[in-house]
T-cell receptor, first 114, second 112 residues
Framework: DVKVTQSSRYLVKRTGEKVFLECVQDMDHENMFWYRQDPGLGLRLIYFSYDVKMKEKGDIPEGYSVSREKKERFSLILESASTNQTSMYLC?????????????FGPGTRLTVT | KQEVTQIPAALSVPEGENLVLNCSFTDSAIYNLQWFRQDPGKGLTSLLLIQSSQREQTSGRLNASLDKSSGRSTLYIAASQPGDSATYLCAVTGEYGNKLVFGAGTILRVKS
């Protein structure tokens, strides 16, 4: 079974802090993704990466950056956390093969910025 | 821009009923369609994936169909159980894969 793990289930940070959210997958997937999920707005893509050191902006990249130094690890960075970044953050990974592109999700990190 | 709509937004049924959740998408040039389940405060669990060349997929009591030309998919749940209570999300990837576009979800409650 594919396993996607996220470093924290719950996180509380102060406004202006630099925040790192870590995601690790164990299936050698090429693609990794960061989403945020908010009531009434659904799931929105922040950034994704299709290879080591490669990244592409999603729908809402403002205020975020990412890092992928190793294939299995994809980090989301909030350079200066703000209260409007309070949200549930979900990481996913996938491999496109044989006509299938199935995304597998981690358990999520509930981030509160005060 | 791809848009995904799920109907109904919420559904409450007695245990044992068969039920259908609907998903529609505006751009038929998709690579895959995926159905997920999400329990409160948790991540997403992949239930079924339908490739663009397929018409349906089955897993246990779940059956998902895809009509790409009309931009529709349905998730059929047979003999519903209280443990099926969750939010069900439909999502599609673009023509070459990668980015998922999600619907808002259907909140299902199965009463015992």
């Amino acid at each position: 079974d594919v396993k996607v793990t996220q470093s924290s289930r719950y996180l509380v940070k102060r406004t202006g802090e630099k925040v790192f959210l870590e995601c690790v997958q164990d299936m050698d997937h090429e693609n990794m993704f960061w989403y945020r999920q908010d009531p009434g707005l659904g799931l929105r893509l922040i950034y994704f990466s299709y290879d080591v050191k490669m990244k592409e902006k999603g729908d809402i990249p403002e205020g975020y950056s990412v890092s992928r130094e190793k294939k299995e690890r994809f980090s989301l960075i909030l350079e200066s956390a703000s209260t409007n970044q309070t949200s549930m953050y979900l990481c996913a990974s996938s491999l496109i093969a044989g006509g299938r592109d199935e995304q597998y999700f981690g358990p999520g990190t509930r981030l509160t910025v005060t | 821009k791809q848009e995904v709509t799920q109907i109904p937004a919420a559904l409450s049924v007695p245990e044992g009923e068969n039920l259908v959740l609907n998903c529609s998408f505006t751009d038929s040039a998709i690579y895959n369609l995926q159905w997920f389940r999400q329990d409160p405060g948790k991540g997403l669990t992949s239930l079924l994936l339908i490739q663009s060349s397929q018409r349906e997929q089955t897993s246990g009591r779940l059956n998902a169909s895809l009509d790409k030309s009309s931009g529709r998919s349905t998730l059929y749940i047979a003999a519903s159980q209280p443990g099926d209570s969750a939010t069900y999300l439909c999502a599609v990837t673009g023509e070459y894969g990668n980015k998922l576009v999600f619907g808002a979800g259907t909140i299902l409650r199965v009463k015992s």
